[in-house]
């Protein structure tokens, strides 16, 4: 793994606001997945659909940096 950088960001939806939420972001998660020293790029959501959690790997801190 070496310099590779990773973080979890948890995210509280306000009720009825996923589907709002899901359409906004879908397109920023794909064109973050094609970014470069983007390793991974995931959305999941809770079974409640109340909570969404983002998983990012990058390559290294330039690549976060870049993404940011």
């Known amino acids: 793994?070496?310099?590779?950088?990773?973080?979890w960001v948890e995210l509280a939806v306000k009720?009825?606001?996923?589907?709002?939420?899901?359409?906004l972001t879908g397109e920023m998660v794909?064109?973050?997945?094609?970014?470069?020293?983007?390793?991974?790029?995931?959305?999941?959501v809770s079974e409640d659909r109340k909570c969404v959690?983002?998983?990012e790997r990058y390559a290294d801190s330039a690549a976060a940096l870049a993404h940011l």
């Open 1 to 7: 793994m070496g310099d590779q950088i990773s973080w």
């Open 15 to 23: 009720s009825g606001q996923l589907d709002n939420f899901e359409a």
């Open 30 to 44: 794909e064109t973050a997945r094609r970014e470069r020293g983007v390793l991974s790029y995931q959305r999941f």
């Open 53 to 55: 959690l983002l998983y």
